[in-house]
């Protein structure tokens, strides 16, 4: 949010008082964020039915303090004393400052949820929902409060990926709004509002577009998995990771800036829009993706992989950071 809008003011209410968090579903995402809010010093409660939530929770504490090896953070011992896991909702949400839900996917199964959320949490409680798919709008359509509900989604995953898309839904308040920028600055995030609801938000729409082509150059030949793969990695995986595509394509444009880019190479990107081809994921096509990428990281198990995907990714975030040097 722009400066002197009051977040700054909201955001140190926030680190004073608002610690008393509730996470509301403990698959991959609840699990990450527990781990990053006890980390940044909330007291957490967690609320799954599944069996095995209190052994996840531990699984993902862990993983998130091995990350942060050689720094100054704290064992896992210690953010495992701020996480108590606890067995239904509403002992969860008493008492919380923030209820973040984390359920799966259903719209009626959330909605069931919110309201369940909505009646036990306090009045004051921020509630914001992980969804990556349904809209703010949709959630909160059967609440008594919808002004205080918003979505918080986060890029899988959220102990590592700085990104924060808050959307808030017709009714909700710009309070709302500020006071969830505020707690996501507060616990190292990114936060970043949309201006207006939309299906899978921002961040998966440009992903799966890139993913559609992804999928047709193999699909047709042109690359393989590995390869393609190689060619993001070495090129404009890079670009992106410290300047995004509009200002990356403004720097293309020389001198001239994004509007020589535009008047130049423009007309080009233009007819390679029309004619942009849509691959289906048939039985053929699945099998040939997967098969690929099975062959590839055989033997190599999805503890390991994560491992060194989160490391990575951590390492060019701190690099890109340090030559910022705090600056947008």
Known sequence: MPAGDGSSVVGARVN???????????????????ALFAAHG??????????????????????YTGLQAGTAGESPGQLLARIQVVDDVETAVAGADVVQENAPERLPLKQELIARIEAAAPVSALIASSTSALMPSDLAREMRTPERLVVGHPFNPPEVIPLVEVVPGRRTSPETVERAVAFYRSVGKTPVVLHKEI???????????LFRECVWLVSQGV??????????????????????PFESFHLGGGPGGMRHFLEHLGPGMARRWKTVEQPELDEATVELISGQVEDRFAGRG???????????????????????????
Do not use: K, M
Request: hydrophobic share 40%; aromatic share 4%; net charge negative.
């Open 16 to 34: 004073r008082s608002q610690r008393d968090v509730a996470v509301i579903g403990a698959g991959t995402i609840g699990v990450s964020w527990a």
């Open 42 to 63: 909330c007291t957490v409660r967690v609320q799954d039915p599944r069996p095995d939530v209190g052994s996840e929770v531990e699984a993902a504490v862990r993983h």
């Open 199 to 209: 299906s899978g938000f921002v961040a998966n729409r440009l992903q799966s577009t």
């Open 223 to 244: 690359v393989s998995a590995a390869e393609l793969d190689r060619i993001v990695t070495e090129s404009i995986g890079i670009r992106w990771a410290t300047a995004g």
């Open 302 to 328: 999805y503890d390991e992989l994560t491992d060194v995907r989160d490391r990575a990714q951590l390492a060019v975030i701190e690099a890109r950071d340090a030559v910022r040097g705090g600056q947008d």
